[in-house]
């Protein structure tokens, strides 16, 4: 009898450690799928996710909608600005005049609508709508809306939720449009820094050389003239290295014809770095100042260095004077926005477009000290985001 006993304890115990393998298979089968069920969903809202960066249009909504309605189990879906119906994926027409007045009214009044709708064709199976706001900054763009046979708890919470996620979206693209506003806002300002002292003094020495060097004056009117097309054409917030190093070489051409042989410019480049985009107009104010402050009130010689070296991911800039210098302390106010642009012109103007463009870490680095000379240093990403072009 004790072996008996022995022998069914052991089966027992064989049972139970079974059961206990295959509950952690299952829950680990379970997890399997979970995650898997989360990457999906991940990858389709990834797939949507650029489109609807581009804002609430017809050709945005057309190209996510049926990313959206994957998210959604495939049932039925229709995306609604605040006017009309933009897109829609299962939706019959005959649905689409009662669905814009649903529409309407979930707008009208920011909150979910979950309604009967009615159909006069016996064959269709759907019986129920949910529609969701699709709101930006607390202000009501549009609408979500989701057919079934039966608005279940669970498509009214994944409809919802859904549907924020798409506003989130929208509010990025808003914040988009926001941030090309701002940067052609800056460029615009920077454009009227250019220095009016600057072109009087152009203009006074292309003048000097009419009659003593007539070609001479000629190749420095061309000069002026691509650097006033340059420096003024259609807004772009981003121009290639090369371009902007051209640009300064017709600048510094205008500028040796003031100094003469008291200004000495270095350039260095190393040339495969020229093809990389840069931030528009970030170059020239940086030379200006250098020039302005490294020449006026120092007597003698003084020299300006340019050097763009390959770094990697990166492009290291620098602009360096052998100037007065200046107090960092003033320095600060300058990048702060606290002091008169003639004190620096452009630098708080391109510090926080780099930063805008590229990060806080891409903000402008600068030496300097009273009687030290000016050294300023920026950095530029190779590969950026295609927004930012």
Not at 37 to 49: N, R
Not at 76 to 105: C, M, N, Q, W, Y
Not at 351 to 367: A, K, N, T
Request: net charge positive.
């Amino acid at each position: 009898m004790l072996y008996i006993a022995l022998v069914s304890s052991v089966i027992a115990v064989a049972c139970a450690g079974e059961l206990v393998r295959r509950s952690l298979h299952n829950r680990r089968h379970q997890r399997v799928l979970a995650a898997d069920a989360t990457c999906a969903t991940l990858h389709t809202a990834a797939l949507a996710a650029p489109a609807l960066r581009r804002g609430l249009e017809p050709e945005s909504a057309g190209r996510a909608i049926r990313h959206v309605r994957t998210l959604l189990g495939g049932a039925p879906v229709a995306i609604f600005d605040t006017r009309e119906p933009l897109s829609s994926s299962g939706v019959e027409s005959a649905h689409l005049a009662e669905a814009t007045k649903l529409a309407a009214a979930v707008i009208a009044e920011k909150r979910m609508h979950v309604r009967k709708i009615s159909c006069d064709d016996p064959s269709c199976q759907l019986d129920s709508s949910i529609a969701v706001p699709l709101v930006a900054d607390d202000e009501p763009l549009g609408a979500l809306l989701v057919f079934s046979p039966t608005a279940a708890p669970v498509l009214v919470n994944a409809t919802r939720e859904v549907a924020r996620w798409v506003s989130g979206q929208l509010e990025l693209a808003d914040l988009d449009r926001s941030r090309a506003r701002l940067a052609d806002a800056e460029l615009r300002a920077l454009r009227l820094q250019i220095s009016p002292h600057f072109v009087y003094n152009c203009l006074t020495a292309i003048a000097s050389f009419m009659r003593t060097d007539p070609m001479r004056a000629r190749r420095l009117l061309l000069d002026f003239a691509d650097f006033a097309r340059y420096s003024f054409r259609s807004s772009r917030n981003l121009t290639t290295l090369d371009e902007e190093l051209r640009s300064i070489d017709r600048y510094l051409a205008l500028e040796r014809a003031r100094f003469g042989s008291r200004l000495r410019v270095t350039v260095r480049v190393a040339p495969e770095v020229l093809p990389v985009n840069v931030p528009f107009l970030c170059l020239q104010p940086l030379v200006e100042n250098a020039i302005r402050h490294g020449m006026e009130g120092k007597p003698g010689l003084g020299s300006v260095g340019v050097i763009a070296r390959d770094a990697g991911a990166e492009v290291r800039i620098s602009v360096e004077d052998d100037g007065v210098g200046m107090d960092p302390a003033r320095l600060r106010e300058i990048l702060a926005g606290e002091a008169a642009e003639s004190a620096g012109i452009g630098l708080a103007n391109i510090d926080g477009r780099l930063r805008s463009m590229f990060g806080d870490s891409y903000g402008l680095v600068i030496e300097t000290g009273i009687g030290a000379g000016t050294k300023v240093n920026l950095r530029v990403p190779k590969f950026l985001p295609h927004h930012h072009g």
